[in-house]
């Protein structure tokens, strides 16, 4: 079964802090991993989608990584306003590729 | 360029009572997709349409959940009757094509089951 495994649950961080957040995956043929950013009270914002072990994207301080088993999503010196929770989800390459997120990770960065 | 559009914004009804979400995907976006978010999860695909026709509908309880997406553009959730368990957030999101994997998210709607 395809599964999606956030660590930590929670991040607590001092602005400029840099820190990493894992996801653990297990899926059968995967199409892409994605990772999403919610703000409390709004839906999730898609932040990058990876494809293929090895693959990086970055945008302004964030930049997310890829193996076959994992992903991370790295920040560097954070602000304040990178609080927020952060959702990794995963998609097969057959069936009708539905998102498997996992649970999130609660990043706050305090100023 | 708008947002997928949702309403209401927050909705609290007695259980055993309808109620229904209204969803407005982005312009040109003909794949359309209902979650359901429980407090501290992430989210979980009830339904996905393609244009018009429904092709996942595999974990929408339809004892007393149904969908609709007629002309291919706006979608209505409904829940009917609506049970405590049903209490969470419920977000509508869209993609551009069948093979597009970037869906965007609207708000959601916040449901308070009494």
């Known amino acids: 079964e395809d599964q999606v495994t956030q660590s930590p649950e929670a991040l607590r961080l001092q602005e400029g802090e840099s820190s990493s957040l894992n996801c653990s995956y297990t899926?059968?043929?995967?199409?892409?991993l994605f990772w999403y950013r919610q703000d409390p009270g709004k839906g999730p914002e898609f932040l990058f989608t990876?494809?293929?072990a090895g693959e990086e994207k970055e945008k302004e301080r964030l930049k997310a990584t890829i193996t076959k088993k994992e992903s991370f999503l790295h920040i560097t010196a954070p602000k304040p306003e990178d609080s927020a929770t952060y959702l990794c989800?995963?998609?097969?390459?057959?069936?009708?590729?539905?998102?498997?997120f996992g649970t999130g990770t609660r990043l706050l960065v305090s100023p | 360029e708008a947002g997928v559009v949702q309403s209401p914004r927050y909705k609290i009804i007695e259980k055993k009572q309808p109620v229904a979400f209204w969803c407005n995907p982005i312009?040109?976006?003909?794949?359309l997709y209902w979650y359901r978010q429980n407090l501290g999860q992430g989210p979980e695909l009830l339904i996905r349409?393609?244009?018009?026709?429904?092709?996942?509908d595999s974990q929408l309880p339809k004892d007393r959940f149904s969908a609709e997406r007629l002309k291919g553009v706006d979608s209505t959730l409904k829940i009917q009757p609506a049970e405590l368990g049903d209490s969470a957030v419920y977000l509508c999101?869209?993609?551009f094509g069948r093979g597009s994997y970037e869906q965007y998210f609207g708000p959601g709607t916040r449901l308070t089951v009494t």
């Open positions: 999101a869209s993609s």
């Open positions: 899926v059968s043929g995967l199409r892409g």
């Open positions: 990876l494809y293929s």
């Open positions: 989800a995963v998609q097969k390459n057959t069936g009708f590729q539905k998102l498997v």
């Open positions: 312009s040109g976006h003909n794949t």
């Open positions: 349409y393609e244009n018009e026709e429904a092709v996942d």
